[in-house]
């Protein structure tokens, strides 16, 4: 038996509103007691270099193609400047890589997709879909499991305080507030509680921008050199609470994915209600 595990990794161009998201996918195709074959698409880009790097160096797998459109049949090891070459040149053609790999027809794929910014209503399309084909897919607005993390304490602490701010900083101006810090303030905002109570209602700019309707507030602190972090304050009588999480480099992200790649094959293949789901959102539930 094979399987088929795929993750996307969206580009956003924002060139009109219209314009969607471009996936990089990664695919993993694993037959009976083999390595798990890894394909990545988007390879010459930096986190797919890291992609392959990681998955090289995973026990139980390994990379079976790459796919860009730079770069174009050059080794990906080298790209990546691994000690020794793969053998595995670069090819812009997803659909013959896979055709190359003849249980991936036979078997089907099983997906893992990395959408920071997903609406719930294409979800529910994408379970459709999976449902339909009988195949298993992990949605995943990060795989940052330092991110997940600050995520879950956050809402633990939520409890406890009845005023919170989320201050960020970021190197550069593109999509802010970002995809970590509207996800925080959204799972806060669906606890119910209302939070800064003294001026939820204020609509001075310096105040930062409110999302959802609880009154939890996102700064956005934007210069060139700073990493991309996310710290999350709350406060009570006499004391702060924050919690705060960095991201130096996309190696964050490798971890995750590794983790994403060896569940997402288990999907529908154990008797739990977890893996007997088509659909699975969120890569917390794998932690």
Sequence with gaps: MATLSCHFHPTVYKSSPSTKARPSILCSMQPSQSNVKVIVNGAAKEIGRAAVIAVTKARGMEVAGAVDSYLVGEDIGKVCDMEEPLEIPIINDLTMVLGSISQATAFGMKSVVHVPRIKLDTVAALSGLCEKASTGCLVAPTLSIGSILLQQAAISASFHYNNVEIVESRASPADLPSPNATQIANNLSNLGQIYNRQDI???????????????????????????????????????????KHDITNVQCLMPGLILAIRKVVRLKSFPSSLFLQNLVYGLEKFL
């Design 201 to 243: 209602s204020t609509d001075v700019l310096a105040r930062g921008q409110v999302l959802g309707e609880d009154g939890v507030r996102v700064h956005s602190l934007v210069l060139p050199g700073l990493v991309s972090s996310t710290t999350v304050h709350f406060s009570g009588p006499g004391e702060i609470y924050s919690l």
